[in-house]
């Protein structure tokens, strides 16, 4: 079976829980077919100008090169992106006058940091995109009157640790994309106070343990991306609060051990990715709660990519993969790699013929 490029995007195939909304890809998808409209009429578009619509909510902006950013905006924007500018700074005023702004994008820049102040004139602020900079830490203080805000992407920059404190203030994120960096661990309390999330990306970092009360906090966690980094176990209590739980991505870490209650308490997981690790076996009972519900890993699981040791201790997974076997993905991917006399044998097979 093959993945479902949906299933394994990187955000949820439903539309209304993407990274940034319909709202910004309407808008987007605005902007163009308003230069196509205006090319169509003969009219030649001003290339250092930004392109800008206006509607009953507001202006919406968005400035690439070699458009001049403005010094000024309309009162009454509500969405602005300056993209691909490679800025390395912003002044703290920089969004004075836009008390209304709900969406803001400076992804592909080379920003190094950001005032404390930043933020304090926008506070209706629901996404704010930083993807693709160079920041290394943020300010603590950048969020005091963000409360509003939803979805923070602060994918592709340069941070290796984070402190707990630049997060304060905010009170209703849902979305917290913080993949690509350059993360080694994390602090204890980081999340505990996002009640509201759904998403969390840590994927592609270069963490190696997680600290056991990272998800006591969001109750409601419904994606988790952990895959590409440098994980080496899964203990009992990491994902024991997350009922739940739809999406699970593990792969591509160095995964060795798995312990028996890991999945104890995912009642709603519809997709889990395992693949590309370093398991040998897995301990009986890790299965019990997962593939029994109508619903439970619709999407499918992926074992794929590990070095399988076919034996005895396999027996609760081979019933396992027997009960839910057309729910699996890769399966000519997942082949035992000892002991000698199975040695190449799809994992599928063997557990079959036990």
């Known amino acids: 079976m093959e ?16 990274l940034v909304g319909w709202d910004s890809h309407l808008s987007r998808i605005f902007f163009l077919l308003l230069l196509f409209v205006v090319s169509a009429q003969g009219v030649t578009p001003n290339p250092e100008a930004c392109l800008v619509s206006s509607s009953v909510n507001g202006s919406s ?3 690439q090169p070699p458009a001049q950013i403005p010094k000024s905006l309309p009162a009454d924007t509500i969405f602005l992106a ?19 702004l709900q969406e803001l994008h400076l992804s592909s820049n080379r920003l190094e940091n950001l005032s404390p102040k930043f933020l304090l004139p926008v506070p209706q602020l629901t996404v ?14 950048l969020f005091r009157v963000s409360a509003a805000l939803c979805t923070l992407v602060l994918k592709e920059n340069q941070l290796k640790f984070l402190e707990a404190s630049w997060l304060h203030g905010l009170k209703a994120l849902q979305h917290l994309d913080l993949s690509e960096n350059q993360l080694q661990s994390l602090p204890p309390g980081l999340l505990e106070n996002f009640t509201d999330l759904l998403t969390l990306d840590l994927s592609n970092n270069q963490l190696q343990t997680l600290p056991p009360d990272l998800l006591r906090g969001p109750l409601n966690l419904e994606r988790l991306r952990l895959e590409g980094n440098r994980l080496q176990v899964l203990g009992e209590r990491l994902l024991a609060p997350q009922p739940k739980l739809r999406y699970l991505f593990l792969n591509d870490n160095r995964l060795a051990s798995v312990a028996a209650g890991a999945f104890r308490g995912l009642q709603k997981l519809d997709m889990l990715d395992l693949s590309n690790n370093l398991l040998t076996t897995v301990p009986t009972g890790l299965w019990t709660s997962l593939g029994k519900a109508a619903r439970n890993l619709k999407d499918g699981f992926d074992i794929s990519s590990n070095p399988w040791i076919c034996d005895q201790n396999l027996a609760d997974l081979y019933l396992w993969l027997v009960a839910n076997e057309d729910k699996m993905f890769f399966r000519n991917h997942t082949r035992c790699a000892g002991p000698e006399a199975l040695k190449g044998q799809m994992l599928l097979a063997v557990a079959e013929s036990h």
């Open 3 to 18: 993945k479902r490029e949906a299933t394994m995007s990187s955000w949820n195939p439903e539309r209304k829980q993407s």
């Open 61 to 63: 902006i968005s400035c």
């Open 82 to 100: 300056v993209e691909f500018f490679n800025l390395t700074q912003l002044p703290a005023d920089f969004l004075q006058g836009v008390p209304n």
């Open 128 to 141: 704010l995109d930083l993807t693709h900079n160079s920041l290394t830490r943020l300010p603590p203080g």
